[in-house]
Protein backbone atom coordinates (compact mmCIF):
# COMPACT_ATOMS: atom_id res chain seq x y z
CA UNK A 1 0.00 0.00 0.00
CA UNK A 2 1.16 3.39 -0.85
CA UNK A 3 2.44 5.13 2.05
CA UNK A 4 0.25 8.17 1.25
CA UNK A 5 -3.00 6.37 1.50
CA UNK A 6 -1.79 4.43 4.30
CA UNK A 7 -1.13 8.20 6.40
CA UNK A 8 -4.74 9.71 4.83
CA UNK A 9 -6.50 6.28 5.74
CA UNK A 10 -5.53 6.37 9.35
CA UNK A 11 -6.21 10.38 10.11
CA UNK A 12 -9.38 9.36 8.22
CA UNK A 13 -10.28 6.95 10.46
CA UNK A 14 -9.36 8.10 13.59
CA UNK A 15 -10.87 11.66 13.17
CA UNK A 16 -14.22 9.24 12.30
CA UNK A 17 -14.07 7.78 16.01
CA UNK A 18 -12.55 11.12 17.65
CA UNK A 19 -16.10 12.80 16.09
CA UNK A 20 -18.31 9.90 16.49
CA UNK A 21 -19.79 10.25 12.79
CA UNK A 22 -18.74 10.67 9.16
CA UNK A 23 -20.78 13.67 8.93
CA UNK A 24 -19.44 15.65 11.83
CA UNK A 25 -15.35 13.81 10.84
CA UNK A 26 -15.82 15.52 7.33
CA UNK A 27 -16.99 19.13 8.52
CA UNK A 28 -13.50 18.61 10.43
CA UNK A 29 -11.45 17.81 7.38
CA UNK A 30 -13.05 20.25 5.18
CA UNK A 31 -14.39 17.28 2.82
CA UNK A 32 -17.18 16.42 1.36
CA UNK A 33 -19.29 13.42 3.44
CA UNK A 34 -19.36 11.48 0.61
CA UNK A 35 -15.73 11.48 -0.29
CA UNK A 36 -14.68 11.20 2.57
CA UNK A 37 -17.01 7.63 2.52
CA UNK A 38 -15.58 6.99 -0.98
CA UNK A 39 -12.06 7.54 0.39
CA UNK A 40 -12.01 5.62 3.55
CA UNK A 41 -14.15 2.53 1.91
CA UNK A 42 -11.21 2.33 -1.16
CA UNK A 43 -8.51 2.57 2.37
CA UNK A 44 -10.85 -0.35 3.41
CA UNK A 45 -10.43 -2.44 0.15
CA UNK A 46 -6.62 -1.93 0.23
CA UNK A 47 -6.47 -3.41 3.79
CA UNK A 48 -8.98 -6.51 2.78
CA UNK A 49 -10.79 -5.57 5.87
CA UNK A 50 -13.93 -3.33 6.65
CA UNK A 51 -13.21 -1.12 9.91
CA UNK A 52 -16.63 0.35 10.15
CA UNK A 53 -20.16 -1.38 10.57
CA UNK A 54 -22.33 0.67 8.53
CA UNK A 55 -25.52 -0.85 7.81
CA UNK A 56 -26.61 0.54 11.42
CA UNK A 57 -27.92 4.16 12.02
CA UNK A 58 -24.95 4.39 14.20
CA UNK A 59 -21.40 4.63 12.84
CA UNK A 60 -19.32 1.79 14.52
CA UNK A 61 -16.06 0.39 14.40
CA UNK A 62 -15.86 -3.41 14.16
CA UNK A 63 -13.77 -5.72 16.05
CA UNK A 64 -10.44 -5.57 13.36
CA UNK A 65 -11.79 -1.37 13.56
CA UNK A 66 -10.83 -1.38 17.03
CA UNK A 67 -7.76 -3.42 16.31
CA UNK A 68 -6.58 -1.10 14.11
CA UNK A 69 -7.57 2.43 15.87
CA UNK A 70 -5.11 2.48 18.77
CA UNK A 71 -2.19 1.48 16.59
CA UNK A 72 -3.19 4.01 14.22
CA UNK A 73 -2.84 6.33 17.18
CA UNK A 74 -0.40 5.70 17.79
CA UNK A 75 1.97 5.83 14.65
CA UNK A 76 0.40 9.39 13.33
CA UNK A 77 1.97 10.06 17.36
CA UNK A 78 5.29 8.91 16.07
CA UNK A 79 4.99 10.68 13.02
CA UNK A 80 3.71 13.91 14.54
CA UNK A 81 6.95 13.47 16.93
CA UNK A 82 9.08 12.92 13.99
CA UNK A 83 8.20 15.74 12.06
CA UNK A 84 8.73 17.88 15.13
CA UNK A 85 12.14 16.44 16.10
CA UNK A 86 13.27 17.33 12.64
CA UNK A 87 11.87 20.80 12.38
CA UNK A 88 13.23 21.83 15.82
CA UNK A 89 16.61 20.27 15.13
CA UNK A 90 16.66 22.71 11.90
CA UNK A 91 16.21 25.45 14.37
CA UNK A 92 18.97 23.92 16.22
CA UNK A 93 21.60 23.86 13.56
CA UNK A 94 20.76 27.20 11.90
CA UNK A 95 19.03 29.12 14.84
CA UNK A 96 20.55 30.75 17.74
CA UNK A 97 21.40 28.57 20.61
CA UNK A 98 18.62 28.90 23.43
CA UNK A 99 19.85 28.22 26.67
CA UNK A 100 16.89 27.54 29.04
CA UNK A 101 17.73 28.07 33.17
CA UNK A 102 15.05 27.45 35.77
CA UNK A 103 14.22 30.65 38.24
CA UNK A 104 15.46 28.11 41.37
CA UNK A 105 18.55 27.50 40.36
CA UNK A 106 21.81 29.59 42.20
CA UNK A 107 21.94 33.21 41.66
CA UNK A 108 25.49 32.86 41.46
CA UNK A 109 25.29 31.26 37.70
CA UNK A 110 23.24 34.17 36.08
CA UNK A 111 26.13 36.64 35.79
CA UNK A 112 27.70 33.59 34.08
CA UNK A 113 24.98 33.22 31.74
CA UNK A 114 24.83 36.40 30.55
CA UNK A 115 28.00 37.06 29.93
CA UNK A 116 27.66 33.41 27.41
CA UNK A 117 28.84 33.99 24.21
CA UNK A 118 27.50 31.36 21.42
CA UNK A 119 29.91 29.44 19.19
CA UNK A 120 30.96 31.09 16.10
CA UNK A 121 28.18 33.02 16.12
CA UNK A 122 27.49 37.06 17.67
CA UNK A 123 26.10 37.42 20.71
CA UNK A 124 22.83 38.75 19.97
CA UNK A 125 22.50 34.84 18.63
CA UNK A 126 22.48 33.77 22.20
CA UNK A 127 18.93 33.06 23.73
CA UNK A 128 18.30 32.77 27.29
CA UNK A 129 14.82 31.63 28.79
CA UNK A 130 13.36 31.00 32.12
CA UNK A 131 11.61 28.15 32.78
CA UNK A 132 10.52 25.56 35.27
CA UNK A 133 13.26 22.32 35.02
CA UNK A 134 9.59 19.82 34.22
CA UNK A 135 9.14 22.14 31.40
CA UNK A 136 12.71 22.41 30.44
CA UNK A 137 13.29 18.63 30.11
CA UNK A 138 10.71 18.31 27.34
CA UNK A 139 11.55 21.51 25.62
CA UNK A 140 15.12 20.22 25.54
CA UNK A 141 13.74 16.32 24.54
CA UNK A 142 11.54 18.51 21.67
CA UNK A 143 14.84 20.13 20.62
CA UNK A 144 13.15 23.88 21.28
CA UNK A 145 16.05 23.97 23.60
CA UNK A 146 19.29 23.59 22.78
CA UNK A 147 20.51 22.76 27.04
CA UNK A 148 18.94 23.18 30.25
CA UNK A 149 20.21 23.96 33.66
CA UNK A 150 17.79 22.95 36.13
CA UNK A 151 16.85 21.09 39.21
CA UNK A 152 17.50 17.70 40.05
CA UNK A 153 15.88 15.15 39.77
CA UNK A 154 16.30 14.94 36.48
CA UNK A 155 15.68 11.44 34.97
CA UNK A 156 15.15 10.80 31.18
CA UNK A 157 17.73 7.81 29.39
CA UNK A 158 17.74 10.68 26.36
CA UNK A 159 19.28 13.17 28.57
CA UNK A 160 23.18 13.69 29.26
CA UNK A 161 23.21 15.26 33.12
CA UNK A 162 26.04 16.57 35.21
CA UNK A 163 25.96 18.44 38.89
CA UNK A 164 27.11 21.44 38.74
CA UNK A 165 26.28 22.00 42.34
CA UNK A 166 24.84 22.05 45.75
CA UNK A 167 23.30 24.16 48.44
CA UNK A 168 21.27 23.40 51.56
CA UNK A 169 17.53 24.69 52.48
CA UNK A 170 17.32 27.60 54.75
CA UNK A 171 14.51 28.78 56.23
CA UNK A 172 12.78 32.26 56.12
CA UNK A 173 11.35 33.30 58.98
CA UNK A 174 9.88 36.29 61.05
CA UNK A 175 12.48 38.22 62.77
CA UNK A 176 10.23 38.13 66.05
CA UNK A 177 9.59 34.10 65.72
CA UNK A 178 10.03 31.51 68.25
CA UNK A 179 13.06 29.94 66.14
CA UNK A 180 14.39 33.29 65.38
CA UNK A 181 17.26 33.08 68.16
CA UNK A 182 18.51 29.81 67.01
CA UNK A 183 21.92 29.41 65.01
CA UNK A 184 20.00 26.15 62.95
CA UNK A 185 17.22 24.96 62.96
CA UNK A 186 16.30 20.95 62.71
CA UNK A 187 12.97 19.81 60.18
CA UNK A 188 11.65 18.81 63.63
CA UNK A 189 11.42 22.45 64.38
CA UNK A 190 8.72 22.94 61.61
CA UNK A 191 6.07 20.96 63.31
CA UNK A 192 2.64 22.30 63.47
CA UNK A 193 4.29 25.30 61.36
CA UNK A 194 2.71 26.96 57.79
CA UNK A 195 5.31 26.44 55.31
CA UNK A 196 5.53 28.38 52.32
CA UNK A 197 7.61 26.82 49.12
CA UNK A 198 7.48 26.09 45.71
CA UNK A 199 4.51 24.64 43.73
CA UNK A 200 4.59 20.95 42.47
CA UNK A 201 4.03 21.35 39.52
CA UNK A 202 7.05 23.31 39.15
CA UNK A 203 9.09 20.30 40.10
CA UNK A 204 6.85 17.60 41.35
CA UNK A 205 10.86 15.63 41.63
CA UNK A 206 12.35 17.87 44.46
CA UNK A 207 8.87 18.85 45.94
CA UNK A 208 7.96 15.08 46.48
CA UNK A 209 11.05 13.89 47.91
CA UNK A 210 11.56 16.98 50.14
CA UNK A 211 8.21 16.26 52.06
CA UNK A 212 9.06 12.90 52.18
CA UNK A 213 11.56 13.02 53.92
CA UNK A 214 10.10 15.79 56.10
CA UNK A 215 7.22 13.25 57.17
CA UNK A 216 9.64 10.98 57.79
CA UNK A 217 11.19 12.94 60.22
CA UNK A 218 8.02 12.99 62.32
CA UNK A 219 7.31 16.82 61.29
CA UNK A 220 3.30 17.47 60.36
CA UNK A 221 3.94 21.01 58.31
CA UNK A 222 0.78 22.30 56.51
CA UNK A 223 2.58 23.86 52.88
CA UNK A 224 1.17 26.29 50.63
CA UNK A 225 2.28 26.83 47.34
CA UNK A 226 3.88 29.73 45.90
CA UNK A 227 5.71 30.91 42.96
CA UNK A 228 8.85 31.38 43.60
CA UNK A 229 11.25 32.50 45.71
CA UNK A 230 10.72 36.26 46.18
CA UNK A 231 6.93 35.48 46.99
CA UNK A 232 7.79 33.17 49.63
CA UNK A 233 9.93 36.00 51.31
CA UNK A 234 7.23 38.07 50.69
CA UNK A 235 4.02 36.00 52.85
CA UNK A 236 7.21 35.51 55.32
CA UNK A 237 7.87 39.41 55.85
CA UNK A 238 3.56 39.86 56.10
CA UNK A 239 3.62 37.41 59.25
CA UNK A 240 1.86 34.38 57.25
CA UNK A 241 4.40 31.45 58.34
CA UNK A 242 8.03 30.50 57.46
CA UNK A 243 9.47 29.79 54.08
CA UNK A 244 11.78 26.81 52.72
CA UNK A 245 14.06 28.45 50.66
CA UNK A 246 17.70 27.73 48.88
CA UNK A 247 20.73 29.27 50.24
CA UNK A 248 20.93 31.98 47.61
CA UNK A 249 17.78 33.42 48.66
CA UNK A 250 19.29 34.82 51.29
CA UNK A 251 20.33 37.65 48.62
CA UNK A 252 16.57 38.72 49.15
CA UNK A 253 17.00 40.16 52.61
CA UNK A 254 14.12 41.91 54.05
CA UNK A 255 13.78 44.18 56.94
CA UNK A 256 11.65 42.20 59.68
CA UNK A 257 13.16 38.57 58.06
CA UNK A 258 15.95 36.44 58.87
CA UNK A 259 17.64 33.23 57.51
CA UNK A 260 18.36 30.07 59.32
CA UNK A 261 20.44 27.07 57.85
CA UNK A 262 18.24 24.15 57.58
CA UNK A 263 21.10 21.32 59.90
CA UNK A 264 19.46 18.35 57.85
CA UNK A 265 21.92 17.85 54.94
CA UNK A 266 19.36 15.36 53.02
CA UNK A 267 17.60 18.76 52.50
CA UNK A 268 19.59 20.41 50.08
CA UNK A 269 19.00 21.86 46.05
CA UNK A 270 21.26 20.41 43.37
CA UNK A 271 21.75 22.23 39.97
CA UNK A 272 22.36 20.45 36.67
CA UNK A 273 23.01 21.07 33.00
CA UNK A 274 21.28 18.90 31.11
CA UNK A 275 21.21 18.60 27.39
CA UNK A 276 20.09 15.33 24.74
CA UNK A 277 22.80 12.87 24.42
CA UNK A 278 22.70 13.19 20.75
CA UNK A 279 23.48 17.27 21.35
CA UNK A 280 26.12 16.42 23.49
CA UNK A 281 28.86 14.73 20.86
CA UNK A 282 27.70 16.80 18.72
CA UNK A 283 28.68 20.53 17.09
CA UNK A 284 27.09 21.94 20.43
CA UNK A 285 29.90 19.73 22.37
CA UNK A 286 32.77 22.12 22.74
CA UNK A 287 30.13 24.63 23.79
CA UNK A 288 28.53 22.84 26.59
CA UNK A 289 31.98 21.76 28.13
CA UNK A 290 32.99 25.21 28.33
CA UNK A 291 29.59 26.05 29.81
CA UNK A 292 30.59 23.28 32.69
CA UNK A 293 33.54 24.57 33.59
CA UNK A 294 32.71 28.10 33.68
CA UNK A 295 29.11 26.34 36.22
CA UNK A 296 31.68 23.93 37.97
CA UNK A 297 34.23 26.84 38.78
CA UNK A 298 31.81 28.60 41.27
CA UNK A 299 32.31 25.87 43.39
CA UNK A 300 28.71 26.14 44.79
CA UNK A 301 28.72 23.37 47.60
CA UNK A 302 27.37 22.58 50.69
CA UNK A 303 28.87 24.82 53.50
Not at 16 to 29: D, M, N, T
Not at 80 to 85: H, K, P, R, V
Not at 237 to 260: C, D, E, N, Q, Y
Request: aromatic letters at 8%; hydrophobic letters at 45%; a positive charge.
Amino acid sequence: MQSRLLLEGQVFVVVIVQEGSFVRAAQKLGIPVSSLSRRVTLFERELGVRLFDRSSRKTELTKAGRLFVPEANASLTHAECAWELARHQALLEHGPIRLGYSAYVHSALLPVLRRLRAPDVEASAMVLESASTIEMVQRVLRGELHAGIGVHPIRDPDLWTSTIGKEPFYLCLPADHRLAHKATVAVRDLHGEMVFWIPRSGHRGLYDATTKYIHSIGAEVVFQEVRGVSHVIEFVSHGFGLGLVPRSAIRLMRTGVVFKQVADQYLRVETALFARKDQRGGPLQGFIDDLLFRLRSLKIGIQ
